[in-house]
């Protein structure tokens, strides 16, 4: 049977099983070369800095400090990889953690740098199974979000819009703007249709988020 968010009760199980094993950092990469070796499905979770990628990572896996977070936009540099820990069954999955584009607190040179990485990450990589599209709900679709989603399109890249930090606007705003958000990527071919709305700091919607990644990964 599946609830309202489209998910069966062996998926959210799945997800949180996932979600419990011990994941641990497998490498930072600075540049496209030294990516891992594209021989599993990989999760990305993309957005712009601050939105809270680091701190839904952390999150999801109810390992707080396992990806760095901060309150300066710029804190993640590199695409740093996940992994679970091996030797328990292990699906073979990557999770990366992005660095943020658009505004952040460092030199517009470094930025440009780490916005053509994610790009070129993005845009490049065959095993990318899905690209989770974080949208800070207090700020929705800003220009440069619009941008990579379009490139998404374009390389026919799936991916699902997050919006985090509910726990900051006002629970009837909530539903608007999951309305309204669902509304502006009708237009996107590759955007998933539904739109997930969380709080790391909550757990609002964590448990829908990794029922998704079961689903995406076909592990239930
Ligand atoms: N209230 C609230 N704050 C959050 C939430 N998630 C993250 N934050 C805060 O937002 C700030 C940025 O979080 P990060 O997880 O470092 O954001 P990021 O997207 O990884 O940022 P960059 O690596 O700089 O691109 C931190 O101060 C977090 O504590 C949330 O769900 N609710
Ligand atoms: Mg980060």
């Excluded at 993640?76 to 990366?96: D, R, S």
């Excluded at 890249?157 to 999951?178: F, G, M, N, R």
Aim: some cysteine.
């Amino acid at each position: 049977m599946l609830d309202d968010t489209g998910l069966s009760a062996e998926q959210i199980e799945a997800g949180e099983a996932l979600c419990h094993r011990r994941w641990g950092f497998v490498k930072g990469v600075v540049d496209i070369k030294f990516l891992p070796v594209a021989d599993r499905a990989e999760i990305a979770f993309a957005g712009r800095s601050n939105v809270g990628k680091s701190s839904l990572i952390n999150a999801l896996l109810r390992q707080g400090g396992l990806a760095r977070t901060s309150n300066t936009p710029g804190r993640t540099q590199e695409l740093n990889v996940f992994a679970p820990v091996a030797g328990e069954q292990a699906p073979e999955v990557y999770l990366f953690d992005l660095p943020g584009y658009g505004f952040a607190k460092a030199p517009k040179e470094k930025v440009d740098t780490w916005t053509s990485l994610v790009k070129d990450y993005l845009r490049g990589r065959p095993t990318l199974k899905r690209v989770f599209l974080l949208i800070d709900s207090r700020h929705g679709i800003k220009p440069v979000d619009r941008e990579i989603m379009e490139m998404l399109d374009i390389s026919a890249v799936s991916y699902q819009v997050v919006l985090t930090k509910i726990d900051k606007i006002k629970v009837p705003q909530v539903e608007a703007l999951l309305a309204a958000t669902s509304e502006a990527i009708k237009k996107h071919p590759a955007a998933y249709p539904a739109v997930i709305a969380v709080s790391s700091l909550k757990g609002t919607g964590l448990a829908e988020l990794r029922g998704t990644l079961a689903r995406v990964l076909e592990i239930s």
